[in-house]
């Protein structure tokens, strides 16, 4: 039962490179989320997908691409990463959109 | 947008005594309300939660209440452990946000044994 996988777990980057982060879930869950987490603060909502086939920007897009492939996964581009871009990014997934969110174990992604 | 504002940020207690969190939300149409912990290093992880319908939930050594005509909640944490210190977060599900989680800047708890 593994709930929702995130790859990578760490990650370096140089500035300017880009990368996509994957997440996978396998509870059947409508709706996924991608949140980024800087030192000692609070979750920040980057892009939804209330269900499959829609995407939505969040608190802080800017910078970002998602892409809902199918209703399993959900995964994040960074074009052109910057070092501001450097944090936790977490997973998560619900039922619905007002439902219980499950979290993956974060991506840790540093940007020199 | 909708605020989801949450108290105290930090909050140091000795093992045994209660702690209590609270969140004030603005949209009076939100109607889930969600408590997570996060340990050190680890995921956030759903603790309790409460719809507008019910007033009060608990389990075991944690509850949570909801004042709706006052647009507030809070996380009541009894018998504190030394495995309670953790980063403790609200959220809410406003209407006007899609209902989606917004989620509060979250409390830094720590149980000194």
């Known amino acids: 039962n593994a709930g929702v996988t995130q790859t990578p777990k760490f990650q370096v980057l140089k500035t300017g490179q880009s990368m996509t982060l994957q997440c996978a879930q396998d509870m059947n869950h409508n709706s996924m989320y991608w949140y980024r987490q800087d030192p000692g603060m609070g979750l920040r909502l980057i892009y939804y997908?209330?269900?499959?086939?829609?995407?939505d920007k969040g608190e802080v897009p800017n910078g970002y691409n998602v892409s809902r492939l199918n209703k399993r996964e959900f995964s994040l581009r960074l074009e052109s990463a910057a070092p501001s871009q450097t944090s936790v990014y977490f997973c998560?997934?619900?039922?619905?959109?007002?439902?219980?969110?499950?979290f993956g174990d974060g991506t840790r992604l540093s940007i020199l | 947008g909708e605020n989801v504002e949450q108290h105290p940020s930090t909050l140091s207690v000795q093992e045994g005594d209660s702690a209590v969190i609270k969140c004030t939300y603005s949209?009076?149409?939100?109607?889930?309300f969600p408590w997570y912990k996060q340990e050190l290093g680890k995921r956030p992880q759903l603790i309790i939660d409460?719809?507008?319908?019910?007033g009060e939930k608990k389990d075991q050594r944690i509850a949570v209440t909801l004042n709706k005509t006052a647009k507030h909640f809070s996380l009541h944490i009894t018998e504190t452990q030394p495995e309670d210190s953790a980063v403790y977060f609200c959220a809410a599900s406003p209407e006007a946000a899609g209902n989606k989680l917004t989620f509060g800047g979250g409390t830094r708890v720590l149980v000194k044994p």
């Open positions: 949209d009076s149409a939100s109607n889930y």
């Open positions: 997908s209330a269900s499959e086939g829609t995407t």
């Open positions: 409460i719809r507008s319908n019910v």
């Open positions: 998560a997934s619900s039922q619905y959109i007002d439902q219980p969110q499950h």
